[in-house]
């Protein structure tokens, strides 16, 4: 029998505020633990949780990068349960009417774009974490991510591959780093996906019967985790078994996902709005002004990129891969003076290459892409040959500098003056008679020694071009 | 002069005059609770952090940068966190914490530079109409030691009722400062949802919850809430309103005021003695030029269940933080972290707490929510419209506060559902939100309070107090002080 993969994906995007979700504390990450808790955080009797405006409006702009209903009046609700990580005995998150309704991304699966619907994306506060590995034989509290705002983006169950779903993932992660609501660093847990999978027999229109693999925080995990629970629902049915519903826990060390809990020991979560805040109200006035903040959309520009600059589609796409990418390509070719193509071949070449050897994020290179505008701009006016450039790059990102000043210092500028190129040639035809009437007696291989001698003369600087061009009119007589 | 019987007004003007210092009043007070111990009415006293707080407000009043409040000494319901008291709740589960901060309404009477005396007993977690579940022990009724003093904010109406405090804050769910106020014989008032910050007061209902005031008069009152009221960001429901002088419509002409009498509130079920009262006072207030408008508040007989079904269920949420992890009541012995949670909150809460977390927990489990949180929750909104149609026709509301005088104690241990209706007038002020008071009107037979309750819309607080404070230019029921074993008033 074919078996057909359904995948949904419920993602836990951090949002980057500098304040907790209901608290003033700060969510920066690695402080001692408990260090960042306050009063509201620690759940001390009496305290109330005041929702951060913030992170409401990087809900709002996400809503609105999607194209979903951003709804007018939303609801928090209290998410009952125990775990001494939860210091209310409650999370506040959001249930019925959640903030942002609806949407969709479109994401590129092997060159060919599907649309991912979204159902939903709501706020709430993290938990805290409980440390198992600090104290021998007991565990210890650390509230400091308690409370720390997320927006959990749903999607509807309908991607069908691991491929789809690990392109939808990469593109979710593209767009809230983007739109600057989420620092995208899955390491320190900013980005968590969680995959809700089912197999059904080809053909089949019923859903089968899912479960939920949590921990989820790399895409390589994500890619063997779906895999692999896809493999072993198509062996339990193959085999006759039934799937049960439940939660499993994808072990990367092992490679598998095992039961965390199921169904029937689900808890009821007896879900109620929380009666300690009045209902979310966004109003028009709030939506626009965070639409005025959004800036230009990955989709919106890989088009522009196309259309105006006239780079392929491969190319813009390369180009948008980040929010920082992009915007390092455009300060490059910002004032029209340096030709898109040859910017972005050393966009996706040598800076890449550069980067990538030293493990920097574009936002840290060392060469700003002002200065590399400057580079590119001494190969269009003909100053650097290819392999100079490539040379000054290199003193750029190790030491900097002006690249003028530094064509200067190096003396990396071409000579491209043809007084001095006709010059330096007159002179080798006059000390070189024999090979001058070798290459007239038509062995035009002699015409590599002349190229040779004039490069050495000039220290390596002569124009290649223009020293061919004199050259052969020269030795033609 | 008499300092436990003065006017907050007349204590201010002593202590302005230096008539007497702000440790001299606190003294006195403090000297005064401790021989009337046997009331209850404290759960906690420090008098050397009190008296230094005194001497604080002594200097202030020295400098002449004093306000109406500064050297007064309050008594604060021990719901109210603040730093450095045990601030217990009523309840073993917290009989160990110490506050680390101050709530809103603490906040606000030590900026008004006010002397904190203690804080008072008080039903477990507000949960009760009699002062019973405490787990510190019972407050009697200085009227009747035999009898209860009406619950929650028993401790505070006892404390006011003896002149162990000339305030005291207290709270207010479902009636805990006005049933209270009325078995104690004092003035009382619950002000409007939203009016005074919730930050730092232990949650019981949060959408019921709200702070208020006791004392003998309304005009006392004025100057109590004058001090707790205003906009708190730390509170998502604080309402934010430009200032108000409450003060501003005390003996304001009764001429042509509307008092609407809801039909549902003088049925069957009330005490002779109790009726009689309400009914000589309406007659005051008709003497005073207010006339008599019959009003229906068809959904009343629906507020008890509906407050049994919403209160329960906020409460099995917010008291579920008492988990013994991070403060409070740990037990001693645990196989296991659940069992450490199970023992802890078996032990640190009393029966009262338990039933309402499982009335809670049971309405709000899937399956019920709809029938009884969510049903509830749309008969609270027409119990509101009820009272809003209501105001259409007339400016206040009156009535009895409780159908009954203080009883005895353990008459309604028995069975809950008769403690729960001596909230039954009370409630419904709760559900819509409205502003609330209860002054003394008189007396049974057996000479214990009687309580009459006022109702206005929603920030009509000054209108509220002036309609009391007119009632009490004509009447001195608020100036009655019981007979006390051992202190003669």
Known sequence: ?477 | MDLNRSSLKVLAEGLRTGAFSSVELTSAYLDRIEAQRDLGCFITLDRERSLDQARRADQRLAQGNAGPLTGIPVAHKDIFCASGWLTTCGSRMLSNFVAPYDAHVIERFNQAGAVILGKTNMDEFAMGSSNETSFFGPVRNPWDTARVPGGSSGGSAAAVAARLAPLATATDTGGSIRQPAALCGISGLKPTYGRVSRYGMIAYASSLDQGGVMAPSAADLALGLTAMAGFDARDATSVQRPDEDFAAQLGRPLEGLRIGLPRQYFGSGIEADVARCIEEALKVYESLGARRVDIDLSYSDQSVPVYYVLAPAEASSNLSRYDGVRYGWRAAQYDDLEDMVTRSRSEGFGAEVKRRILTGTYVLSRGYYDAYYLQAQRVRRLIQQDFLRAFEHCDVIMGPTAPTTAFPFGAKGGDPVQMYLSDIFTIGVNLAGLPGMSIPAGFDGAGLPVGLQIIAPHFAEALLLGVADRYQRETDWHDRVPALNGGQV
Request: charge should be negative; charged fraction near 25%; aromatic fraction near 8%.
């Open chain 1, 1 to 477: 029998m074919k078996w057909e993969l359904v995948i949904g994906l419920e993602t836990h995007v951090q949002l980057a505020t500098r304040s907790k979700m209901f608290s003033g504390s700060a969510t920066a990450f690695g402080a001692e633990p408990n260090a960042q808790a306050d009063a509201v955080d620690l759940a001390l009797p009496g305290v109330l949780p005041v929702p951060n405006r913030q992170a409401v409006a990087y809900a709002v702009r996400f809503g609105l990068a999607v194209g979903a209903t951003i709804a007018r009046r939303s609801w928090f609700a209290r998410k009952n349960y125990f775990y001494p990580d939860l210091p209310k005995g409650y999370q506040i998150s959001q249930y019925e009417n959640p903030v942002v309704q609806g949407g969709q991304l479109t994401v590129m699966v092997e060159g060919h774009p599907i649309v991912v619907p979204l159902t939903r994306a709501h706020l709430e506060e993290d938990a805290g974490k409980s440390v198992h590995d600090a104290f021998h034989g007991r565990t210890g509290i650390d509230l400091n991510r308690a409370g720390t705002p997320l927006l959990e983006i749903v999607t509807e169950p309908t991607m069908r591959s691991v491929a789809e779903a690990v392109a939808y993932a990469r593109t979710l992660h593209r767009w809230v780093t983007w739109i600057g609501i989420c620092d995208g660093n899955m390491q320190e847990g900013s980005f968590r996906c969680d995959a809700n999978v089912s197999v059904r027999p080809l053909g089949q229109t019923a859903l089968g019967t899912r479960c939920e693999i949590k921990n989820l925080n790399s895409f390589r995990f994500m890619e063997r985790a779906i895999q692999h629970e896809f493999e072993r629902q198509v062996e339990c049915l193959e085999q006759g078994l039934t799937i049960a519903q439940e939660t499993r826990l994808y072990d990367p060390d092992r490679d598998e996902t095992r039961a965390m809990r199921s169904k029937e020991n689900a808890q009821d979560y007896r879900y109620f709005p929380d009666p300690d805040q009045l209902p979310l109200c966004i109003d028009d006035a709030w939506i626009e002004a965070e639409r005025a903040r959004l800036p230009e959309l990955p989709d919106a520009l890989m088009q522009r990129l196309q259309d105006h600059y006239g780079l392929s589609a491969y190319d813009a796409g390369l180009l948008c891969a980040s929010r920082a990418w992009a915007d390092y390509f455009l300060r490059l070719v910002g004032d029209g003076t340096i030709e898109a193509k040859l910017a972005a071949n050393w966009m996706t070449g040598d800076l890449a290459a550069a980067l990538k050897r030293a493990g920097y994020e574009i936002e840290h290179s060392p060469v700003a892409a002002e200065q590399l505008a400057a580079l590119l701009r001494r190969i269009g006016d003909g100053t650097l040959s290819g392999k100079m450039a490539k040379e000054l790059f290199e003193v750029l990102w190790q030491e900097g500098g002006d690249v003028d000043r530094v064509i200067e210092a190096r003396g990396l500028s071409q000579v491209s003056d043809a007084g001095v190129l006709e010059a330096m040639i007159d002179g080798l035809i006059a000390e070189h008679p024999e090979q001058v009437a070798e290459y007239r007696g038509g062995k035009e291989k002699v015409f590599g020694f002349f190229v040779g001698r004039a490069m050495k003369a000039s220290g390596g600087r002569a124009n290649p071009v223009q020293l061919n061009a004199l050259l052969q009119r020269k030795l033609k007589g």
